[in-house]
């Protein structure tokens, strides 16, 4: 551990800042982990695009269909992949808390920096907020290293402001992944934003909450890996503009990336998203492979309709 519990939001309020990306986790053809893969993905996201961090094995990363041991390989990898290079967030997600403890406390032996925990799915409950509460704190109280909640639809309900700025009075409750409308996690910056860092995951949403809202944290999806290259870095260049607050700079270069986020929207089919985004990645020279079941591959068709947006689009390889 970097720091003590107790010392785990200051830690976070220094440290948990820039760009952080959601990793796809590649497979082969049998479907099998494609460690190899991974690796050089992490170290060209890591090195060549400077990627400030990095959310290991999440949705994005199918976690839904990775076996413990596989999820717990994964975060191996991220660690030894980054080194001191880039921060790192496990995801000890599940809907069985003795798998989100054991990953957390996994996690917390391998020297990661934080964890994220998303929140459950919940069944025949009309308490939510008092079961969310006692979730968050019973995990929190068993683990040292800082900890991100984050809030999606997926889960079948949205946890309010009111609930997060409740969950972030506990010690280690560092940050949130918070997937919802702009009014919801800009009500939760003014309650708690001294407690908790606050993202959300939207990329086009990124620059104005840096500008508006003096947001410190993009965490996190793909779009740092898919909408730039080696050679083409306008998301750390408007990023940048933007901290500095140079507002009508930051917005010109996030403007002139509209055709880019086009060519991805237009070309991905509504339930295809990580093998849309697995395929882009093969496009830009990723490792990109497969996904797993219940997730669906692209089509021939799919793969020509996003070939063609991909080679019409401005991005510089």
């Known amino acids: 551990m970097k720091y003590r519990r107790l010392d785990a939001k200051d830690y976070a309020r220094e440290h948990m800042r820039g760009i952080w990306a959601a990793a796809l986790n590649p497979f082969n053809e049998d479907f099998s982990l494609n460690e190899e893969g991974l690796r050089a993905n992490i170290r060209h996201w890591t090195r060549d695009l400077a990627i400030d961090g990095l959310f290991i094995s999440g949705k994005q990363g199918e976690f839904f269909a990775l076996s413990l041991d596989e999820r717990k390989r994964t975060f191996e990898i991220a ?54 509460f006692e979730y968050y704190k019973y995990i929190s109280e068993r683990v040292d290293i800082g900890i991100a909640m984050w809030s999606h639809p997926d889960s079948g309900y949205l946890m309010s402001p009111q609930l997060c700025a409740r969950i972030a009075e506990l010690p280690n409750i560092v940050a949130i992944k918070y997937s919802v409308p702009r009014a919801m996690y800009a009500e939760l910056t003014q309650l708690a934003g001294d407690k908790l860092i606050v ?34 870095q306008r998301m750390r260049e408007y990023t940048a503009q933007a901290l500095a607050g140079n507002a009508d700079k930051a917005r010109e270069i996030r403007d002139s990336l509209d055709d880019v986020r086009h060519a991805m929207k237009s070309s991905r089919p509504g ?47």
């Open 199 to 232: 993202s959300t995951s939207s990329e086009e949403e990124w620059c104005d909450n840096i500008l508006e809202l003096g947001w410190q944290l993009y965490l996190c999806s793909s779009p740092p890996y898919l909408i730039q290259t080696a050679n083409d």
């Open 79 to 132: 660690i030894e992949e980054t080194g001191s290079v880039a921060g790192i967030i496990l995801s000890c997600s599940d809907q069985n808390m003795d798998v989100v403890l054991e990953l957390a406390e996994t996690a917390q032996a391998m020297g990661a920096d934080y964890i994220v925990v998303h929140a459950p799915l919940l069944h025949f409950t009309t308490d939510q907020d008092d079961t969310l």
């Open 271 to 317: 339930g295809k998203p990580q093998a849309h985004q697995k395929y882009w990645q093969e496009l830009l020279g990723q490792a990109g492979g497969l996904v797993r079941r219940p997730m669906l591959q692209l089509t021939a068709d799919e793969k020509a309709t996003t070939r063609t947006a991909f080679e019409n689009c401005s991005l510089k390889l």
